[in-house]
């Protein structure tokens, strides 16, 4: 897949051309969309659109604002409980049908893949119009298994970065990071006065802080169908691919930048579940059963690993507690040049072929997909819009930016390159867990240091890669 510069993106209409949608004249609302007029508004209409929560107010929002566009129609959201093992029997319900839901993308081991509508048919065609969305995200939900097949279109998308303290760095007279030399100057300034820079679960730590980085430098490395190639068919020494990337991690875990037993042994920081992390990241204490406590406005945490959606979390505890902590969310600067962008679909939306109103169904879609809509409806959650314009807030250039169908390959690579832990096909150390006291050796002059090295690690990985290969 040649992956599109972001000029180009904002034109480019993904899978319906120009003269496909040429039947789609429009008249515009009091609202100012453009209102469908094949669609018949002389007679009352209801939507139901799946929800797996209780209350949904992002999109209720929405909804709200749809109405207002064709009174006609009224959208109802149903909460369905246990959705994951519900939603395929309640798509199967005659009375009442659903008519849009929440869904992972469909592929053929998608159990509701039946009851999915094709989203570029003829049909679709008529009312849906995907030409201002992200291409990269709209086609990561592609149905692999025929060709002109989609049946589900994310709604957001995910991005993994840091979140900077900037008021710590400030106190030593410090700045953002863009590249790999100024993190690390950052990382040793702080660790001199006694913090452990970067912080993070010790279990995601590894994968969230470098898998943009690896995919980038494999994507964009200007061999990219080679590449993708060797990784796809497992050839030997695939894992020096990597070694750039991991070299930086050994790095930062033996100088103690980044130490999780010391987290947890001298601060507490187990980093379990968001609101615990966006707490620990803002310095607010446990003092007694369900009674937190802010200690300052200042923190102990640089740089906390995780993804754009945390921010979320972060914002709500920092408006709780009356934080006065200023912090940023950035593309981690690993490489040399800068942050990379690795952009990965959220879950998305699709239509019951079932439905006895798909021509309302589609234009319900059309309408939350418009990127003024949308992007309202993306902050709202957390998420990365899917519009064209996606990343351009984060102005990232376009060498460094990929997304998630540029490196999918027919095994768990993902997993096998970012689980970095005790796992696997053998007992392969993960750098991030190697400063535990089992992975450390006695120096002999009251010292310690880790036990493995990167060559270590990355001839296990190399072993883990060609175990793949034989189970194949």
Known sequence: MKKLSRAIAYVLCFVISIASLSGCATSESEAGYQKNPALDVSKDVELRIASSKETWPEMDNVITKFEEVYPNCTVVCEYIEEYTNNIAVRLKQTEEKIDVFRTVNIQ????YKDNALNLISDEAKKYLDLSKANPGLVANFRYTGAENTQYAVPYGGE?????????????????VPTNRAELLHCCEVLYAEGYIPFQSSNGTFAQQLLYPYICNSVVNGGNYEEMHAAIENIEPGIS??????????????????????????????????????????????????DVYEKQDDIGKIAFLVDTQAFGLNLAKAKSDYHSG?????????????????????????????????????????????????????????????????????????????????????????????????????EDMIGISKMNAEKYMKDNGDGTYSLMYTVDDYLARLEAEFQLIKQAR
């Open 108 to 111: 053929e081991d998608v159990e």
């Open 159 to 175: 991005m993994r970065g840091m979140y900077v303290n900037t008021t710590l760095l400030g106190q030593y007279g410090l700045e």
């Open 240 to 289: 020096e691919y990597f070694r750039d990337a991991y070299t930086f991690l050994y790095e930062i875990v033996e100088k103690g930048y980044f130490d999780y037993k010391r987290v947890e042994e001298e601060l507490g920081y187990a980093f379990d579940g968001s609101d615990g992390k966006a707490k620990d990241f803002l310095n607010i204490i446990k003092v007694s059963d």
């Open 325 to 425: 902590i200023e912090y940023v969310f950035i593309t981690s600067p690993v490489g040399e040049d800068g942050g990379c962008a690795y952009l990965s679909p959220s879950d998305g939306l699709a239509v019951n072929n079932q439905s006895d109103h798909t021509d309302w169904a589609l234009e319900f879609l059309n309408f939350f997909f418009t990127p003024e809509i949308h992007k309202v409806f993306a902050k709202e959650t957390g998420k990365i819009p899917n519009t064209a314009d996606a990343l351009f807030e984060y102005d990232i250039p376009n060498e460094r930016i990929c997304d998630v169908g540029q490196m999918t390959f027919s095994y768990g690579f993902y997993r096998t390159v970012t689980t970095l832990m005790l796992g696997g096909y």
